[in-house]
T-cell receptor
């Protein structure tokens, strides 16, 4: 039973570029959340996707966008990269309906470095 | 002000010591989670609790709903316990995370 898989694991971009990160949820999960974790900080909620729609959004600019596909996998896109976007991007999946709503399974993350 | 506050931020202990990490939160919650993050990023869920106490091996988690406070205890600490421990609280549709406690256990 595969857990949450994320790709790529590491990538380097330059300021102004665009990046796409990918996430496949745990089998049986239908909800994907994305988090940004800066060095030395806890994860910060970016947004959550369920039924191919953005359901919740944290305090992130419109440069951060996402998508969820019919197979529940998800992409996170960041445009016009800034140095401050350098972070570990974590994907977590869950099942929207209780009792699964409180159970998050995390991927290993995609570490983005912006030069 | 963060919805979830953890203390201490950093903790160094000798192997065998009893360790306590504290978490306070300010929002209504469905559950509180203790997570472990090893270098490299992977996060593992240790406990999910909404009342009382849970124990798994050398780890014990407690929560006081009235005081909005939780503690994670590690008994007989070991160098392999070295990691970042993150407290998070969940509502039905969103999670809030603390900044984590970085634990180093010295042999």
């Amino acid at each position: 039973d595969a857990g949450v898989t994320q790709s790529p694991t590491h990538l380097i971009k330059t300021r102004g570029q665009q990046v796409t990160l990918r996430c496949s949820p745990k089998s049986g999960h239908d909800t994907v959340s994305w988090y940004q974790q800066a060095l030395g900080q806890g994860p910060q909620f970016i947004f959550q996707y369920y039924e191919e729609e953005e359901r919740q959004r944290g305090n992130f600019p419109d440069r951060f966008s996402g998508h969820q596909f019919p197979n529940y996998s998800s992409e996170l896109n960041v445009n016009a990269l800034l140095l401050g976007d350098s972070a570990l991007y974590l994907c977590a999946s869950s099942l929207m309906t209780a009792p699964g709503a409180n159970v998050l399974t995390f991927g290993a993350g995609s570490r983005l470095t912006v030069l | 002000k963060n919805e979830v506050e953890q203390s201490p931020q950093n903790l160094t202990a000798q192997e065998g010591e009893f360790i306590t990490i504290n978490c306070s939160y300010s929002v209504g919650i469905s559950a509180l989670h203790w997570l472990q993050q090893h270098p490299g990023g992977g996060i593992v869920s240790l406990f999910m609790l909404s009342s009382g106490k849970k124990k798994h091996g050398r780890l014990i988690a407690t929560i006081n709903i009235q005081e909005k406070h939780s503690s994670l205890h590690i008994t007989a600490s070991h160098p392999r316990d070295s990691a970042v421990y993150i407290c998070a609280v969940s509502r039905v549709d969103q999670f809030y995370f603390g900044t984590g406690t970085s634990l180093t256990v010295i042999p």
